[in-house]
T-cell receptor
């Protein structure tokens, strides 16, 4: 059983549409990170959220940390084909990062 | 260029034949880690190291060994590989324990197949 549950597992949308990926847990995290991984490469950090209720924006990507620091969401506005990839959330637990299973996002041109 | 390197990138081997996957980082990071990535399971930590000569088990350590004799290197050793160790492996490093203000940098991955 994974500490972090991501949904949906797969998401396929048309260019220009919006999408939201969810990351949920029953555990409290002192911080939560979002990574994007492209085929044949290692994950790359997008953002870290630390404070409950925190919202961070990275161009068309908006990240939110839940008030209780147990969940997070990633929202992409007007998705582009370059947003295609595997999105992973990870929470820090005792000197380690625990990862969700990931959400595969495909943006069709 | 700041990076984490892994070798080999691809490896096909047979059951029981010992192998080592090397990992090196040039960022003077104290924390290093090995993960395996399997479909539907995400990244699972195998071992991590907080500093030289300090290693500890992650979530799935069975069948693996590591060592940290130098700060920059963190090899992953499979003494007797089995088919259930077929996976995509990633090495990662960070200045300190990942999370919070510490970004974790990943290597390009090693795809291992054990027949």
């Amino acid at each position: 059983t994974q500490l972090l549950e991501q949904s949906p597992q797969f998401l396929s949308i048309q260019e220009g549409e919006n999408l939201t990926v969810y990351c949920n847990s029953s555990s409290v995290f002192s911080s939560l990170q979002w990574y994007r991984q492209e085929p044949g490469e290692g994950p790359v950090l997008l953002v870290t959220v630390v404070t409950g209720g925190e919202v961070k924006k990275l161009k068309r990507l908006t990240f939110q940390f839940g008030d209780a620091r147990k969940d997070s969401s990633l929202h992409i506005t007007a998705a582009q084909p370059g947003d295609t990839g595997l999105y992973l959330c990870a929470g820090d637990v005792s000197y380690k990062l625990s990862f969700g299973a990931g959400t595969t996002v495909t943006v069709r041109a | 260029e700041a990076q984490v390197t892994q070798n080999p990138r691809y490896l096909i081997t047979v059951t029981g034949k010992k192998l080592t996957v090397t990992c090196s980082q040039n960022m003077n990071h104290e924390y290093m880690s090995w993960y395996r990535q399997d479909p539907g399971l995400g990244l699972r930590q195998i071992y991590y190291s907080m500093n030289v000569e300090v290693t500890d088990k992650g979530d799935v350590p069975e069948g693996y060994k590591v060592s940290r004799k130098e700060k920059r290197n963190f090899p992953l050793i499979l003494e007797s590989p089995s088919p259930n160790q077929t996976s995509l492996y990633f090495c990662a490093s960070s200045l300190s324990s990942p999370g919070g203000k510490y970004e974790q940098y990943f290597g390009p991955g090693t795809r291992l197949t054990v027949t």
